[in-house]
T-cell receptor
């Protein structure tokens, strides 16, 4: 069974540009989560989807971040315009039911220059 | 607010020896879960071990065990008979029951020396 996949694995962009990260959860997992780890710090929760609906987006840092999950399958996280402080590793995770074990993807390393 | 603290940014252990990674957390909740995740270099983060706060017995998974001290809000991970494949970043995490918001520590990078 395929795990959670994320694309791209690395992205280097300039300040002011736009980047879109993609996450494909494990098939059948209704719950999808985005997290971010800024350099050397803890991994922080960004938001949680249940199918295509945003259940909790309390961790989204500001309105430059837009997450979508059209059709309740894969999800995208767009950063527009990117700022230097957005650099970090963005993790996606999925779980079959709320409260179940979350399975993590390998992360996307974003570098904003 | 719930916070998770890992005070050891880096640790190293000799192959076949035992190492303990520290984790403390802060919460006013009585019902929650604690986790240790492992992220090998360039690979996915995987769950190593999980502890329910209502259980007094420490969780164990083969060579991995925890020392859960609820009153002290401490949740350390012990790796016995360390292997080269144990080298990874280890994250301690907390999740309140009936919540999907995981709180992570900053991680401890474990090096295993042959």
């Amino acid at each position: 069974e395929a795990g959670v996949t994320q694309f791209p694995s690395h992205s280097v962009i300039e300040k002011g540009q736009t980047v879109t990260l993609r996450c494909d959860p494990i098939s059948g997992h209704d719950n999808l989560y985005w997290y971010r780890r800024v350099m050397g710090k803890e991994i922080k929760f960004l938001l949680h989807f249940v199918k295509e609906s945003k259940q909790d987006e309390s961790g989204m840092p500001n309105n430059r971040f837009l997450a979508e999950r059209t059709g309740g399958t894969y999800s995208t996280l767009k950063v527009q315009p990117a700022e230097l402080e957005d650099s970090g590793v963005y993790f996606c995770a999925s779980s079959q039911y709320e409260g179940n074990e979350q399975f993590f993807g390998p992360g996307t390393r974003l570098t904003v220059l | 607010a719930q916070t998770v603290t890992q005070s050891q940014p880096e640790m190293s252990v000799q192959e076949a020896e035992t190492v303990t990674l520290s984790c403390t957390y802060d919460t006013s909740e009585s019902d929650y879960y604690l986790f240790w995740y492992k992220q090998p270099p360039s690979r996915q983060m995987i769950l190593v071990i999980r502890q329910e706060a209502y259980k007094q017995q420490n969780a164990t998974e083969n060579r991995f065990s925890v020392n859960f001290q609820k009153a002290a809000k401490s949740f350390s991970l012990k790796i016995s008979d360390s292997q080269l494949g144990d080298a990874a970043m280890y994250f301690c995490a907390y999740r309140r029951t009936r919540s999907n918001d995981m709180r992570f520590g900053a991680g401890t990078r474990l090096t295993v020396k042959p």
